[in-house]
């Protein structure tokens, strides 16, 4: 992956694989204590314990199609180069939550990359989901969800050429006024 | 069409969708699929999918349904788009980039010529 937002899609996927109804994906930048975090939480059917410790193994995969599943793994691999670590809680029928942090100003961190191309991703072409998403630098915070859009723009559906303008121009506008307000501290795409 | 700035917006666009969903319901809707399993998404998969978002808001399309899927399973293949018809029929396209999913859209599920330089399955 060349970017730290295609990682992000990666995993949302594994949430989605795993029956989840609401997922949620936290990018939290703190430019002071020179921290990067993203969280992905889903309500999907969880890991027992087991799978749970062998899934950042990349000879586990639950697919069948493929004997090896290298999402987790390389997500890993990408936080553990930066002087970051990736911690995984999952409780059978309850959910999991993919926890990774990296050091943001770490020389082998890849770049966030196009962040709102990743949610828009997961918001247009997965309409069974409700999507919360929120983008985090300093104190300055995007968050969106969802939930209201889909009950306002009922009977259309996600992938209407107006509701893709509107939902493109809200989540890329969210996250260019965050990155706007600390314009200076960091680079939009970095 | 004048873009959409708000929720309000969006709930004044319900009227005039319920009159058009009926008519909907008879033709039936187009399904673009895009695959999106790790080694999708590594290939370029998000912006074959994006560049097809963007056809549909350029072109002004309401009836395209577009979705994205884990691995679809054409190994060596990817990105991989499936466009299915509302006969159920089901075409499968590989390798596929940015500008060649604006083409597949344009040619095959506009016009209805399949494209078949990308074909993988018919």
């Known amino acids: 992956m060349r970017e730290l937002s295609l990682h992000i899609l990666d995993i949302a996927e594994n949430s989605i694989s795993a029956g989840a109804t609401r997922v949620e994906i936290k990018v939290k930048r703190d430019i002071l204590k020179d921290e990067l975090w993203i969280s992905i939480k889903d309500n999907g059917k969880g890991m027992a314990e087991e799978l749970t410790k062998m899934v950042t193994n990349p000879f586990v995969t639950t697919r069948t199609s493929r004997k090896v599943g290298l999402g987790i793994p390389m997500f890993k691999q990408a936080a553990e180069s930066c002087k970051g670590y990736l911690t995984i809680h999952s409780q059978l029928s309850r959910g999991t939550e993919i926890l990774a942090k990296f050091q943001n100003s770490h020389i082998n961190r890849m770049p966030l990359g196009n962040i709102s191309d990743t949610f828009l991703s997961l918001l247009l072409a997965t309409p069974n989901v409700n999507w919360v998403f929120s983008y985090q630098v300093n104190d300055e915070i995007f968050i969106f969800d969802d939930a209201e859009v889909k009950e306002a723009m009922e009977p259309l559906h996600l992938t209407d050429y107006r509701v893709i303008s509107y939902l493109t121009n809200t989540i890329q506008n969210g996250i260019n006024e965050v990155n706007q307000a600390v314009k200076g501290e960091i680079n939009a795409n970095n | ?122």
């Open chain 2, 1 to 122: 069409m004048p873009t959409i700035r708000s929720i309000e917006e969006l709930k004044n666009l319900r009227a005039e969708a319920q009159k058009v969903k009926e008519m909907r319901i008879q033709t039936g809707k187009i399904q673009v699929i895009v695959g999106m399993g790790t080694i999708g998404i590594a290939s370029g998969a998000r912006e074959t999918l994006k560049a097809i978002l963007n056809f549909i808001e350029e072109k002004q399309l309401a009836d395209i349904i577009l979705r994205q899927t884990g691995d679809l399973g054409f190994t060596g293949q990817d990105p991989v788009v499936k466009v299915i018809f509302p006969d159920e029929h089901e075409v499968v396209y590989g390798k596929v980039n940015p500008d060649q999913a604006q083409k597949i859209m344009q040619e095959h599920v506009i016009d209805g010529d399949v494209v078949q330089e990308l074909l993988i399955r018919e």
